[in-house]
């Protein structure tokens, strides 16, 4: 059967999470690939408890929706009855949810079952969370039960996907790039003036929430080793610490490595990502574990290389020696050896002209025909 009108749920902007930035990309791909789409976002999200951060970020609307309707309160079951009666009178040949949290699970489920007539598919970021509780499982398996098509970004998802629907079908295609980000333009010299850089600096970056699992200690530890042979590195810490900062600064101070890194703590709004991804040379992601991160395709969407961990789906979409490194997680001795290769034997306009030729890999137009084809081909 041919899809012609589709109904997205998910967060998107003003939602300033990376899957509401990918919802909103989606939204417009499918749009832009003929279909008709609508899209049921939330009036309530997450209660502060759970999730104390600024929930929202209007300062890029490159993400918005116009049409957006935002009428899914995740935690008030007498909604669901109602957003699934507006969705069903849409009468969609295909809906496609974001999962990457069993906190929503009460609701995806009880919409699943009220639209069970209809044909589901979820795009798992995260099959399970990076931080697992207990029912976490049991939790994921009862909503998926209810899908009909999956689409995973790693084959690590995939895995984890079969374990709680071993009957699943399923497509496994990367993480699309995040060009929205590209507001400006800028060049890397104008986003080193903007930050105080020095042109001949040779810059890390390490973006985003700082989290355990995410192995940043490593990328410290390295740093010791990439500052004896590098003299002008630096490594950019830009995100939000939480309560960890003090450790870290901590191990900053052990390592004797304070003139050599740079915090820009806290939330960074979209429309001040663009000058540290334009400034800086390789985009380090040390994660001691993953399924697969936005931050890739944001340093993409800039041809920046990364140097990733072989863990969960980042090596899947690192062309180890051509678009970046792969290395073996919770080894600072791996991270400092190709750290040093990368600016010593001068790769960054090299692998910026691979990560080019990727492109159509990494598109949204590819992802969208192969999201379409999943539910044609079995239809």
Not at 71 to 82: A, K, Q, R
Request: proline share 5%; glycine share 6%.
């Amino acid at each position: 059967m041919k899809i012609k009108k589709i109904v997205l749920i998910g967060p998107v902007y003003p939602y300033n999470s990376g899957i509401a930035h990918y919802t909103g990309l989606l939204y417009k791909a499918l749009l832009k690939n003929g279909y008709e789409v609508s899209l049921h976002s939330y009036k309530y999200q997450y209660p502060k408890l759970l999730f104390k951060k600024e929930q929202k970020d209007e300062s890029n609307s490159q993400f918005k929706v116009d049409n957006a309707v935002y009428d899914i309160h995740t935690l008030n079951p007498f909604n669901w009855v109602g957003a699934a009666d507006k969705i069903r009178k849409e009468n969609p040949d295909l809906i496609v949810i974001q999962w990457w949290h069993p906190y929503f699970a009460p609701c995806y489920y009880v919409l699943c079952k009220l639209l069970r007539r209809f044909r589901i598919l979820f795009v798992c970021h995260n099959v399970f969370p990076h931080e697992r509780f207990v029912f976490d499982r049991g939790l994921t398996k009862l909503v998926l039960k209810q899908g009909s098509y999956f689409i995973t970004q790693s084959k690590t998802d995939a895995k984890d996907l079969q374990s709680v629907k071993p009957d699943a079908k399923f497509e496994v295609t990367p993480h699309p790039t995040y060009n929205a980000f590209k507001i400006s333009d800028i060049t890397r010299s104008e986003a080193r003036k903007m930050l105080g850089i020095n042109e001949n600096d040779k810059i890390l970056l390490f973006f985003g929430f700082v989290r355990e699992y995410k192995g940043l200690k490593y990328l410290l530890e390295a740093m010791p080793a990439i500052k004896k042979e590098i003299p002008d590195a630096e490594l950019w810490i830009v995100g939000d610490f939480g309560e960890a900062r003090e450790a870290y600064q901590k191990l900053i101070s052990e390592l004797s490595i304070a003139d050599a890194v740079k915090i820009v703590e806290g939330f960074v709004p979209d429309t001040e990502v663009e000058k540290y991804f334009a400034a800086c040379d390789l985009v380090v992601l040390p994660y001691i574990s993953a399924t697969q991160s936005g931050i890739v395709p944001m340093a993409f969407g800039f041809e920046k290389p990364v140097l990733v961990t072989e863990v969960g789906g980042l090596p899947d979409v690192v062309t180890d020696n051509r678009t970046g490194y792969v290395v073996k997680p919770q080894s600072h001795s791996e991270i400092s050896q190709k750290a040093i290769e990368f600016f010593k034997e001068g790769h960054r306009e090299e692998f910026a002209e691979n990560i080019r030729k990727e492109e159509n890999r990494f598109s949204w137009d590819t992802f969208v025909k192969k999201l379409t084809k999943l539910v044609e081909d079995e239809a």
